[in-house]
């Protein structure tokens, strides 16, 4: 029975809910159905606005039917450009190879004539008034040890040996025994004739060589003569008529005589000069001497004329006045003794001609780092010397890292001079007294002659030098050539 109830109930509850949702659904198809109306009328609106655009496949096989023309034109496009790169690249193998024959014939012909140009080069340059020295090479001179007169006159014994030479038919000869028409008289004329005009030739190169020698060209004017030997013995081959070897040797040292004689003639001129600066030097540091001496006289008569009056008065001055006095009494004695000292030192600068001043001295601006200037002074004001140096010869001035008072001012510069002779600046003109050498060097050089104690400024002050580095790095960075950067570090790594 309770069983019977309860199905009952759940019928009735299943049928309830039934009617419920069959409700439910009535209520959705309406609302769905009248949302579907509205959607088709809105598609309907848009169909009529936009009817290309509802054309889809119309539009889809349009676009197709487009394409297909395009890829046809296309195809038949590449395939003609394909054929024309076949073609091309068939022509190309063959120019390629036509190329290389080329390129590979120039570059034969290029060898050939570059050594024929080599050649010309070299016989142009002989009569060319300058000439590279890293070509041919630096000529030292043959005869350093004689003087200009010894030179000229071993200029004029060698040309008296080639006139000799000449008379004596040892220069130029013929071996053959010519005869003209049957003539050996004749042929002997011409022989003769040949023989002149050979020596002229040759005498007149040689004689131009000689006579544009200096010391650019000296290697270049012996390869001049050399060569016109062989040219012009090659050009009488088929006369038989030669130049001697004894000849051209003759000649050769001839153009070394002549080179050497005016190398000594300029040599001696400006050691004459030199001698003559020297004796200015040591007039006008002999004038210094004795007028410094005579200044040193006056003031030591002076302050012993002033010393003697203050002491009169001393004896008769009062207590009150002899303090002040016994004051004005012991300045003016040390006074006289330095104006005695200062008398002295002068007195013994003009008795001992050695005695000076070896200076160590450089200028980073002028000549850069590492350059020293090391020379010798006799001046009473040896500063005096080094300030003349720096006035107008050089933008800037100098530092003196040493001032050395010896009793043989020569001999120590001299030494000096010597120990770095390998380090000059001027390997040429030794009176140059710049050296490219490290100061701790020249300390040790200067230790060695003279062991007292002598101070040394290790580091070159060169104030206008970076002062004006300074200045015109300022002045970059204010037209904007250079940035100013002050940060150790960069801003981007």
Known sequence: MEQSILVLAAIVLVTIISIVLNIINKKNVKRLKKEVDDLLMLNADYQER???????????????????????????????RLEELEALTKKAGIDRDSIQSATEKLKRDYREKKKTYDLLEKEVALYKESVDLAEFGFYSPQFEDDCSEDLKEGIRDCRDSQKEMLRDDIAIYCKT?????????EGKKMVSRMIKMTARAFNNECDSAI??????NITQMRERIKKSFDAINKLNEKNDVHISREYLSSKLNELDLSYSYHQKKQQEKEEQAEIRAQMREEAKIEAEIKKAEAEAIKEEKRYQKALDEARKELEKANDEERAALADKVSKLEADLEEAHCKHERAKSMAEQTKQGHVYIISNVGSFGDGVYKIG???????????KELGDASVPFTF?????????????????????????????????KEFFKVDLKDIKAAVQEFDSGDIDFIETAVARDYYETQAMLKQIAIADGVVESNNSLFAEEI
Do not use: Q
Not at 62 to 68: F, H, T, Y
Not at 376 to 386: A, G, K, N, Q, S
């Open 177 to 185: 025994d010519w005869s003209v028409g049957s003539s050996r008289a």
């Open 399 to 431: 530092d003196v890292h040493a001032m050395i008072h010896c009793k043989d001012a020569p001999a120590m510069e001299s030494m000096l001079h010597k120990k770095f002779d390998e380090r000059r600046l001027n390997m040429v003109n030794r009176r």
């Open 211 to 216: 006579s544009k020698c200096n010391w650019r």
């Open 376 to 386: 010798m002074t006799r001046r009473l004001e040896p500063m005096d010397r080094v």
């Open 50 to 80: 936009f009817p290309e655009v509802f054309s889809a496949e119309e539009e889809c096989k349009r676009l197709k039917n487009e394409l297909e023309a395009e890829l046809l034109v296309m195809r038949e496009y590449s395939e003609n």
